[in-house]
């Protein structure tokens, strides 16, 4: 069954400390595909990255990055030097291969930066 | 740069009531989707839709739920008969065709914030 856990409810950190979100994630197929959206209060889901379960290489889009370790079935995100504006519900999500595309979704981490 | 649209951003019914609910998708993309996030929680599959039917369906998406692309350009949801529990976001969601069956990512409308008094 397909299925995404992420465990952190609610964060709260300070500008610009570094953060990292986790997600956990259970498939049975051998390729897949995972995600990280994001919600900002204004309540839009924004697409920040999609990683295929064949490419672990860690990437880093500026303050973002994303750690893939197939090992620990975890897809975890790290922002570095928080800002206000990264405020927001972040999505892990996973979609399996040869099926139709859909996406599920994990319950969502809430991070608040404070200035 | 191409976005999906949603039509109502709000829209408040009575229970019993139908509702339907419009999207755009971006013109090149051929997968569609509608999910549903209920306040406070996560976003929820409901459909997928693919060469005009639906390719996959949740437990969710009862008899009371209907999806259609009447032209080119639409994608609606329709609810035939509103309950107390479908109040929710609905989110409309697309994405391009790929080689290789690869799942690229989806791009979200904003979404309609449907109340049910």
């Known amino acids: 069954a397909q299925k995404v856990t992420q465990a952190q409810t609610e964060i709260s950190v300070v500008e610009k400390e570094d953060v990292t979100l986790d997600c956990v994630y259970e498939?049975?197929?051998?390729?897949?595909?995972l995600f990280w959206y994001k919600q900002p209060p204004s309540g839009e889901l924004v697409f920040l990255i999609r990683?295929?379960?064949?490419?672990?290489q860690n990437e880093i889009s500026g303050r973002y990055s994303w750690n893939f370790q197939k090992s620990t079935s975890s897809f975890n995100f790290t922002i570095t030097a928080s800002q206000v504006v990264d405020s927001a519900v972040y999505f892990c999500?996973?979609?399996?291969?040869?099926?139709?595309?859909?996406?599920?979704f994990g319950q969502g981490t809430t991070l608040q930066v404070k200035p | 740069e191409p976005e999906v649209t949603q039509t109502p951003s709000h829209q408040v019914t009575q229970m019993g009531q139908e509702v339907i609910l419009r999207c755009v998708p971006i013109?090149?993309?051929?997968?569609f989707y509608w999910y549903r996030q209920i306040l406070g929680q996560k976003v929820e599959f409901l459909v997928s839709?693919?060469?005009?039917?639906?390719?996959?369906k949740s437990e969710i998406f009862d008899d009371q739920f209907s999806v259609e692309r009447p032209d080119g350009s639409n994608f609606t949801l329709k609810i035939r008969s509103t309950k107390l529990e479908d109040s929710a976001m609905y989110f409309c969601?697309?994405?391009?065709?790929?080689?290789?069956?690869?799942?690229?990512?989806?791009?979200f409308g904003p979404g309609t914030r449907l109340t049910v008094l």
């Open positions: 969601a697309s994405r391009r065709l790929t080689s290789g069956r690869a799942n690229n990512e989806q791009f």
């Open positions: 498939t049975r197929d051998t390729t897949y595909y």
């Open positions: 990683r295929n379960s064949f490419d672990e």
């Open positions: 999500a996973l979609s399996e291969a040869y099926d139709t595309g859909k996406l599920i």
């Open positions: 013109s090149n993309h051929l997968y």
């Open positions: 839709f693919y060469n005009n039917e639906i390719s996959e």
